[in-house]
């Protein structure tokens, strides 16, 4: 019994020292922190929790916690807008951390149109964008923070200024002009008509991107393109935060069209001319260096002194010409080849000019912007400067912006915010262009500059008939000022009334001032004074909006959620501009664009032109929620616009959304895997109001062209003055262009929203297209504006979001989306024509083919109806090619339809090519796109991220390949240089390039070969470091980042093609930047 009791004691013994030293490891203490999301804000309401124990606590409302923690334990911190983190305290007492925002949270606010919801309510289609998300890649436009996104297409634009079209869902109409296919833009609430430059990305909060009918009906007027609404930030409860970004960088031109190195030039010109001594041998039936009439008996006549016939001797080759006593070979040479003057001079001297280092440049770039923002009881406010200057990788392309921001929310009392949001942009657009091509064409041997190294006006001496240009030396006598100050304002008041209803307020005014004053001297050396002078043009734009919104936003119990959103909204646009061209000016024009008034009459003209026009709308808008399971919106719009025609001003847009969170469902057992689960289908109808001319419904009367009529004054003199004429025909019922859609959604979420996203099919069809009519002509009218033809667009679209690694040390996220867009041309003009078999018989009847324009019944908008080019003739096929009227380097061009081929009395077939020969060979715009963004975040200080994005599946036609380089006699009068490519000779056959001025068959001469368009493209890639916060914190900085960018690495696309960068069809720009964030 005693052993037992003593074995007792022992074992007892080892377990008490067992939890003394269990205690020791895990000594209890108090830990503080802060957690606080990248921009150094405090984050309320954060779950803290201790791992492995029941232990947790809240944050408060500016980020602060304290946990009572053993010295090995680790902390879980979480929330539902933000990544989860696990923070070992490694015993220390205090901790600072920093939450990066969740791939997704279905509480995320979203902008909706006149007002917002959660992500969880959502029946439309629509996708945010988050620029915080993306700071590391420092974008520098609007543009830069929506390329990628699924369903937008984004142009290119290698400018200073960059920037780029915008579209959503494609095309849906055949006209481009007056913004057809663009997108409406909303900033802050209110329709914005100015250019997206005007948005400074550093000021951005979030894009909502409304892409389906029933989310941008609420719009209705221009929303038949899709609605984007950028929210500006606002200040957040806490201290006062001052933000400050310093960024430097370096453009520099990646992609273009390259020119011959010297040697290669040199190789080009004698081929050139050596094409002339190629044709088909009458004794050998090849075709050969086969000389005939002048140079028949002189072989080797352009080929240099060590490239000519075996059987040429070299005294041979130089008594071909009379030459100069002692004349260098390479003199002869060059002579033949059509060198003389100081291009001639500069070949035997070796001396060479890269015009390409005259165009382009390595571009300098500034970029700084502050902010200052902070929240308190009642007031809210964000003000922003910045600054930029950029100077583009072409030597005369140069952006200037100073941009100013100031929002103001303020809560008068309970029941009444008043708020303000300011917007001051004043930039510089002037650039003395440049003809690039031209600036390039000059030879290589020809003179940039004088012997002091000033710029010459032509680059080839007075032996040359043309010489070539110089722009740098134009730039002398030419001066600029030109671009835009604007300022747009939003106020905006909210009243809360009783049974949860609220009024809201928001009135938009905005003034835009434009200025343009070019002069170019007479002075310029041959000049003509009557074509030379000064313009000054200003033009004052005034827009104002309002919109006054009621909206009752009642819950009943804990399952049935509505809102109501009543809305009444009015727009008045007004314009005015005056120009001046001063022509002529005497005695000089030495003041330059400061001198108009003494411009000659008879060479000057002036231009007035003033524009009005006005819009209203109202609009209703129901959304109900059962249980956050079964969701419904519906809206109803009626819009009115003064440009249409007086019998139809109004339209009305209405739109239904249906969805259902079966993920919700009581019968769904499966959360733990599938997290979220919505499906949703929407039908809508929008309009575009998109027209160039507000009065183009009204008849317009017009100057007559040249014609006088003359009139006697009281004193009997005869006044001379021009007709008016109407060249417009007035249009009482032009109406709305509409867009009817149907959408449907699913969206999805597995592992917690650790893999998410949605997936969309929609259809559209627009009709009542707004389109130029061709008129008869004894109507005396050209056309008329008026509504025909509908077009279909459907596709397709998924946005994918995966965490793919989360832990302590590392996170790995990646986005990825895809989308597939087809438009097809339904009707046109709805003109009927004939349909007729091989014997001429009528068999039926189709709508009329619009063949001027290319758009084609059937077919996409962009679609390309052309000869197809099948390949090159060759050495060996001189008897085939004869057939064509054709020789071996010229292309072969399909010749699909034979019945009107003429059949020869000798047994010949003369090949006959027309429009019945062309066959639809692709499209023009890319039905594929897809992005792909990853991010890695090791040790949560140091970030790096790539996107990559692609357009997919569409052509080009190009005639580059036929070689014909002499346009205007350039290659036999003025040395030009081209773009390096490749071409056909005997020696070195291709199927891809002609031979040098080869031609199709009659008929069809000039047929453009097709090339693949389709690229990918690695758009971006950065690196940023935040410092470590005990190094920042003695500087009283709450962070302090680095970062590192570089925009356009690299594009892949089709081996073929060799026509510069595949998306511009011209050059492209790389921009390199360095950057460092401060917050105080």
Known sequence: MEKHFKTMRRANAWLLLLMLFSFCAYAQGPVTGKVTDSLGNGLP???????????????????????????????????????????????????????QPAATGLDDVVVVGYGTMKKKDLTGSIIQVRPDNIANENPKTVQDILRGTPGLRVGYDPSAKGGGNLEIRGRRSVYDDGGHNNPLIVLDGMIFYGELSEINPDDIEQIDILKDASAAAVYGAKAASGVILIATKKGKPG??????????????????????????????????????????????????????????????????????????????????????????DQSIWAKRLGFTGNALQNL??????????????????????????????????????????????????????????????????????????VNFQDRSDGNVDIDMDQQMRNSPYADYGDASGNPVQYPLSSEYSQRGYNYDFQRQYLDLEKGYTVLNTIVNGKVKLPFNITYSFNASPRYQFFYDRYFMSAELPGSDPKTRGANRE?????????????????????????????????????????????????????LGFHNTKNGSKENSTYLTNDAHQSADALLGRLFYSYDNRYMLTTSIRRDGYSAFGTS??????????????FTNEKFFKWNDVMSNGKLRVSYGKNGNRSLNDPYVALSNLSEGAGKMQGYLNSAGQLLLYRYLYA??????????????????????????????????????????????????????????????????????????NTVNIRNAKFQWNTTFGLSYNRNRIVHLYYDRTDVVDANGNVIGSKEKDDITNKWFIGKSIGAIWDYRVTGIWQANEVKEAAEYGQSPGDPKVANNYTADDVKNANGTVTHVYNDKDKEFLGETSPPWHWSLRNEFVLFNDLSV?????????????????????????????????????????????TSKYGRIEAKGPTGASGAQMLYNRSFVRLDNFSVGYTLPKKWTSKLTLNRVKVYGTMRNVRAWWSKDWKYGDAETWDWASRVYNLGVNLIF
């Open 45 to 99: 309401d954060v779950t803290v929790a201790v791992k492995g124990t029941s232990t947790s606590v809240k944050t408060d409302a500016k980020g602060a916690f304290s946990v009572m923690m053993g010295n090995g334990a680790i902390l879980k911190i979480s929330h539902v807008s933000f990544v989860s983190r696990e923070v070992a305290v490694n015993g220390n007492k205090s901790v600072f951390i920093i939450l």
């Open 239 to 328: 201290k006062p935060v001052i933000n400050m970004t310093m960024n430097y960088g370096a453009t520099t031109v990646a992609d273009y069209r390259k020119r011959f190195t010297p040697e290669a030039y040199l190789q080009h010109r004698q081929d050139w001319y050596t094409k002339n001594t190629y044709g088909v041998n009458p004794q050998t039936g090849a075709y050969e260096a086969y000389q005939t009439g002048t140079f028949a008996s002189k072989p080797g006549y352009f080929k240099k002194a060590d490239q000519f016939p075996d059987n040429v001797t070299l005294d041979q080759w130089r008594g071909y010409t009379v030459n100069q006593a002692n004349e260098s």
């Open 348 to 421: 035997l001297d070796g001396k060479t000019v890269n015009w390409a280092d005259h165009t382009f440049r390595t571009g300098i770039n500034t970029d700084f912007n502050a902010s200052v923002s902070g929240a308190g009881d009642r007031v809210n406010y964000y003000l922003s400067m910045g600054y930029l200057k950029n100077q583009g990788a072409v030597r005369s392309d140069n952006y200037r912006a100073v941009r100013s921001n100031l929002k103001v929310d303020a809560k008068v009392n309970k029941w009444l915010d008043l708020g303000a949001n």
């Open 538 to 590: 200003q033009s004052k734009r005034f827009d104002w909006s309002l919109n006054n919104t009621i909206t009752w936003d009642q819950r009943f119990g804990k399952a049935h959620h509505i809102m109501v959103t009543l809305v009444q909204e009015a727009e008045d646009r007004k314009y005015w501009q005056d120009r001046i061209e001063a022509r002529n000016i005497l005695p000089s024009d030495a």
């Open 648 to 661: 139809n001003p109004y339209a009305v847009f209405p739109s239904l959304a249906l969805a259902w969170t």
């Open 727 to 800: 060249d417009r025909l007035a249009n009482p019922n032009l109406q709305w262009e509409k867009t009817t859609a149907w959408n449907v959604g699913f969206d999805f979420g597995f592992l917690n929203n650790r893999i998410n996203g949605s997936i969309e099919y929609y259809t559209m069809q627009t009709h009542d297209m707004i389109m130029r009519q061709l008129l008869p002509s004894f109507t005396g009218f050209a056309s008329i504006t008026t509504n025909l033809g509908q077009v279909n667009n459907n596709g397709m679209e998924l946005a994918l």
């Open 945 to 989: 991220s790539f996107n990559i994005y692609s357009y997919l599946g569409y052509k080009g036609l190009f005639d580059d390949y036929l070689n014909t380089d002499d346009v205007g006699g350039r290659m036999t009068y003025a040395l030009q240089d081209v773009p390096a490519k490749e071409y056909w000779t005997p020696e070195h056959p």
